[in-house]
């Protein structure tokens, strides 16, 4: 029992350790209080709960799924590293925000195949460095577009190009190093317009929201794979989905306790037999 709470205790000082780096850094914070809490609470068994210890290590593993699930946090720490590997997809999502921090040996993002988007979809996108910023088009194009004006500056001397025109500003010498110079009648180029989702409705407070899903499955407790239905909601609206491979419905949010109605839309043949 000792070894599991020394355990413990290792851990929130780590996060307690990383988390003041963060906030210094003003990155997000980890949330060690209910790391704290959770120690407390296992600590003699003051309150109820399971904790699981192995010196030589634990081990979980399925063919199927394994899901952590809680009403308040999950932690997870490690002294040395901590590794996540998918075959396929790997998706991080947040309510409200998600932080990213590295303290000392910095942070790489990249991709072998395929684009890397970066958006802020409805705010600003901030982007600054103490020493050199370098951006490389190895084999393309650098294209830098605004759809209001688009400012260039350095050392108080500056560039402004806007639908107005293009301003030169500096309080010295301005110096063309040129075989010629030629001036031709005005021209102006479009920008591709780019469109961004507009701002989601919050509709996932942890505190407000009810979700739940249905299992749908006939009396040998076979499921109804791939199978029509409509959704009967409190409120006389009415969904319709199909369940996926495993026989679920799709997850219902609501606001409060509702009972949810499912008719699967499947009909008897004349030999016995249902089809959607």
């Known amino acids: ?32 209080d ?64 998600i932080g990213l921090f590295a303290h000392k040996s ?11 988007n970066v958006q802020a979809q409805n705010a600003n996108l901030n982007m600054a460095a103490k020493q050199d910023i370098k951006i490389d088009s190895v084999d393309g194009k650098l294209t830098v577009t605004a759809s209001e004006d688009l400012k260039l500056m350095c050392g108080g001397s500056y560039i402004k190009l806007s639908s107005a025109g293009i301003e030169l500003g500096t309080a010295d010498n301005v110096y063309i190093k040129s075989n010629a110079l030629q001036k031709m009648g005005p021209k102006t180029k479009n920008i591709l317009e780019i469109l961004l989702p507009k701002a989601i409705p919050n509709e996932f407070s942890s505190s407000k929201t009810y979700s739940l899903k249905y299992l749908m499955v006939n009396d040998e407790d076979q499921p109804y794979k791939n199978t029509k239905y409509l959704a009967f909601m409190e409120d006389g609206s009415v969904k319709q989905g199909q369940t996926d491979d495993k026989g679920y419905t799709e997850r219902f949010y609501t606001k409060k306790e509702e009972k949810i109605a499912i008719r699967l839309l499947i009909s008897k043949t004349s030999n016995g037999e249902f089809i959607n």
């Open 1 to 32: 029992m000792q070894g599991a709470i020394t355990q413990l205790e290792n851990a929130l000082s780590i996060a307690k350790a990383l988390q003041n780096a963060a906030t210094s850094s003003e990155a997000h914070g980890a949330d060690t």
């Open 34 to 97: 209910s790391q704290e809490q959770l120690k407390a609470t296992l600590t003699q068994l003051a309150q109820s709960g399971i904790i699981a210890y192995a010196q030589e290590g634990i081990a979980l593993t399925s063919p199927e799924n394994i899901q952590l699930s809680t009403s308040n946090s999950v932690s997870m720490t490690s002294e040395n590293q901590t590794d996540i590997n998918a075959l396929k997809n790997i998706t991080v999502s947040s309510g409200e925000s």
């Open 106 to 116: 910095g942070m790489k993002v990249f991709a072998n195949q395929g684009d890397v």
